[in-house]
């Protein structure tokens, strides 16, 4: 079993809509956790950190659920340069390294 | 600022041929990462360094070795290249080693045939 997996996707949404990706991990001792955003051929950026109260940033929420070992990213009103994949990272605090998804791939579409 | 840097962004490598990949940053930073992205997979981790002077193992570094040159720059090399090396290798750095906001390069694709 993967230590972090996500639904590939493609995750295909017209302009406006609401989409949601979720993400599943296999360590419960997985201390930290994150969203990056990959543009297509392009090097990973950090999106968001997750915290167990769920933040927010603008129109992207991130939720931590510990007890079920997911995290989710929810995005509205979806725009066209929403366009990417979107990767799940877990650390554990003792390996302290960032253990990455495969990506979930969102196309927003006009 | 440029961030960090690779070079090169693309290579064809035939099999049992040497390469390095070079990665430079100039954000100060104490931590240097190499990474390989290969389809379903994400990424996984080769080598890092922690702080200048010092380098481990990753998830996945066998057929690789790095030098941390100073502080600036981390390199990767591949001494006898395997079509099981192609691959795209990002480069990144972080302020400090556990920081969890790493900054990464443009990337290297690399074909070995």
């Known amino acids: 079993r993967k230590e972090v997996e996500q639904d590939p996707g493609p995750f295909n949404v017209p302009e406006g809509a609401t989409v949601a990706f979720n993400c599943t991990y296999s360590n419960s001792a997985s201390q930290s956790f994150f969203w990056y955003r990959q543009d297509c051929r392009k090097e990973p950026k950090l999106l968001m950190s997750?915290?167990?109260s769920g933040n927010e940033d603008g129109r992207f929420t991130a939720q931590l659920n510990r007890a079920s070992q997911y995290i989710s990213l929810l995005i509205r009103d979806s725009k066209l340069s929403d366009s990417a994949t979107y990767l799940c990272v877990v650390t554990l605090s003792s390996a302290r390294q960032l253990t990455f998804g495969s990506g979930t791939q969102l196309t927003v579409l006009p | 600022n440029a961030g960090v840097t690779q070079t090169p962004k693309f290579q064809v490598l035939k099999t049992g041929q040497s390469m390095t990949l070079q990665c430079a940053q100039d954000m100060n930073h104490n931590s240097m990462y190499w990474y390989r992205q290969d389809p379903g997979m994400g990424l996984r981790l080769i080598y890092y360094?922690?702080?200048?002077?010092?380098?481990d193992k990753g998830e996945v570094p066998n057929g690789y070795n790095v030098s941390r040159l100073n502080k600036r720059e981390f390199s990767l090399r591949l001494e006898s290249a395997a079509p099981s090396q192609t691959s795209v290798y990002f480069c990144a750095s972080s302020d400090w080693w556990g920081d969890n906001e790493q900054f990464f390069g443009p990337g290297t694709r690399l074909t070995v045939l």
């Open positions: 360094s922690a702080s200048e002077g010092t380098t």
């Open positions: 997750v915290y167990s």
